[in-house]
């Protein structure tokens, strides 16, 4: 049994938990959301900044909470990859920190293996292989899941990931930003079939499509000449739950297709969802069904786990502390890093 404090700054959500093998202790998030609004998107210096200023006390709450000592605690992990690098930073420099502080051990942890770790915080005894589907806002992509830091990449997006297709859509809806709640919500009062639009396949060369991979900005561009015709017909006031509707719709076919496909090729049985995107009704609906239809299990972990949070990153931390794993202190940051590099993290 391991028993983790891990931090995760790599985007907008200050974020620290403490976690033991697979049970969750503590779970403080403090979210960026309100402060990025007014800019429409997340701000990378003002997102470091307010790192700085909150992670102090978000580690203090997660201690507390966890009602544990330094003395219970076995390891130390920020998530070191992908993401913001100056965001990375804040939470990698406090990893550090505090492990040379309590003479404990540093991980480094690579985001995605978090979100797929938070599949294990609500299903204790899921075991690998399974394939994760992860929709968030930076990534769109099927992984094979084969053991702790052993991961093939089956399919991505070619563009903008599944949850930026959101961002951008309600961007030009005029909705708001993050987007996906919004459109979540307007779309359960609209017509799914009122337009139709492109699933975002990604076309080959010699015929056919990609069975895996995604194109989102096409899309997002369908949707945008839609309103503008819509708009030089003198359609006022836009049909906007109509257009979520159609879009969500859309999203989360195309998503669905592409899952069901790659698990059945690959013999998966089981399915594991993260990402922020996995909060997304169509989706669920759309993946709940085609499981049903077929066999497979799809698991949901629930919505805190799903969106950025520290505990998931303890949850791989805690893993690859079982195992001897420990990252350098002269560890660094990277903005990009593909997900079969993780074991390159541990000296
Ligand atoms: O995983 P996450 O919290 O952060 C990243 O690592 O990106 O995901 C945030 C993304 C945003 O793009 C947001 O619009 C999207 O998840 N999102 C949703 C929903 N809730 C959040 N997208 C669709 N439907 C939702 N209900
Ligand atoms: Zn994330």
């Not at 799914?192 to 699933?199: W, Y």
């Not at 080959?204 to 069975?211: E, F, K, M, R, T």
């Not at 085609?290 to 949070?309: H, Q, R, S």
Request: glycine residues 10%.
């Amino acid at each position: 049994m391991k028993t983790v404090l891990a931090l995760e700054t790599s985007c907008d959500e200050t974020a620290a938990a403490v976690v033991r093998d697979r049970t969750v202790l503590s779970n403080i998030v403090a979210s960026q959301i309100d402060i990025h609004r007014r800019y429409g998107g997340v701000v990378p210096e003002v997102a470091s900044r307010a790192h700085v200023e909150n992670l102090g006390a978000v580690v203090e709450a997660a201690l507390q909470e966890a009602e544990v000592t330094w003395g219970d605690i076995d390891g130390v992990a920020s998530t070191c990859a992908p993401g913001l690098v100056g965001a990375l930073m804040v939470g990698v420099t406090a990893g550090k920190t505090l492990a040379m502080l309590h003479d404990k051990p540093f991980l480094g942890i690579h985001h995605l293996e978090g979100h797929i770790y938070a599949s294990y915080l609500s299903q204790p005894e899921l075991q690998p292989p399974y394939l994760c589907l992860l929709v968030s806002g930076g990534h769109t992509s099927l992984i094979h899941v084969q053991d702790c830091g052993r991961y093939e990449m089956l399919g991505k997006t070619r563009d903008d990931a599944a949850g930026e297709a959101f961002d951008k859509v309600a961007r030009l809806l005029e909705l708001g930003y993050p987007g996906g709640p919004v459109i979540d919500k307007l779309a359960a009062l609209g017509d799914r079939t009122a337009f139709k639009l492109p699933e975002g396949n990604i076309s080959l060369p010699g015929g056919g499509i990609h069975p895996y991979d995604s194109s989102f900005s096409g899309l997002k561009t369908a949707v945008l000449r839609l309103v503008q015709s819509l708009k030089d017909d003198g359609v006022d006031p836009l049909p906007i739950n109509d257009l979520c509707a159609s879009f969500q719709e859309t999203v989360a076919k195309g998503l669905t297709k592409r899952t069901m496909r790659c698990a059945q090729d690959y013999g998966l049985t089981t399915i594991a969802i993260g990402g922020g995107v996995a909060a997304n009704s169509g989706l669920r609906q759309h993946l709940a069904a085609a499981a049903a239809a077929t066999g497979l299990t799809v698991l949901f972990p629930p919505l805190k786990y799903c969106t950025d949070n520290a505990a998931m990153i303890g949850c791989a931390a805690a893993d690859h502390l079982e195992r001897g794993h420990q990252s350098g202190f002269q560890l660094g940051t990277r903005s990009r890093m593909d997900l079969a590099e993780v074991m390159t993290l541990y000296a």
